[in-house]
């Protein structure tokens, strides 16, 4: 019931910026959390970043902390991830993934999320 396509990848400079959409074309009753999660060539996955329904609440790995935002519209099913100041090592898949999770902790760990993207790939070069 929940299905979601990422959009906005593509090839931007060291230091630019790009933002990622990811939109659910299902129902909403499965997302009451969305994140974003991307994996580098051979790299694990590793949590980027999550927010809630209503937004009031945020979590962000160390690795993108001060540089990206997410944000969501749920009037659009739509969940954002504005990346500025890239660097290379943002090179990666980025997936969108949802589910009702509401318990902090778990955001971060992608076994907890049943939902996902088809992921769309980020490269940072200079």
């Known amino acids: 019931q929940v299905q979601l396509v990422e959009s906005g990848g593509g090839l931007v400079q060291v230091g630019g910026s790009l933002r990622l959409s990811c939109q659910n074309s299902?129902?909403?009753?499965?997302?009451?959390?969305m994140a974003w999660f991307r994996q580098a060539p051979g790299e694990e996955r590793e949590f980027v970043a999550a927010?809630?329904?209503?937004?009031?609440?945020?979590w962000y790995g160390d690795s993108v902390q001060g540089r990206f935002t997410i944000s969501r519209d749920n009037a659009k099913n739509t969940v954002y991830l504005e990346m500025n100041s890239l660097k290379a090592e943002d090179t990666a898949v980025y997936y969108c993934?949802?589910?009702?999770?509401?318990?902090?902790?778990?955001?971060?760990?992608?076994?907890?999320?049943?939902?996902w993207g088809q992921g769309t790939q980020v490269t940072v070069s200079s």
């Open positions: 927010i809630i329904w209503t937004g009031s609440s945020t």
């Open positions: 299902g129902r909403t009753g499965s997302t009451y959390t």
């Open positions: 993934a949802a589910d009702g999770i509401w318990r902090g902790i778990d955001v971060l760990y992608s076994s907890k999320y049943r939902f």
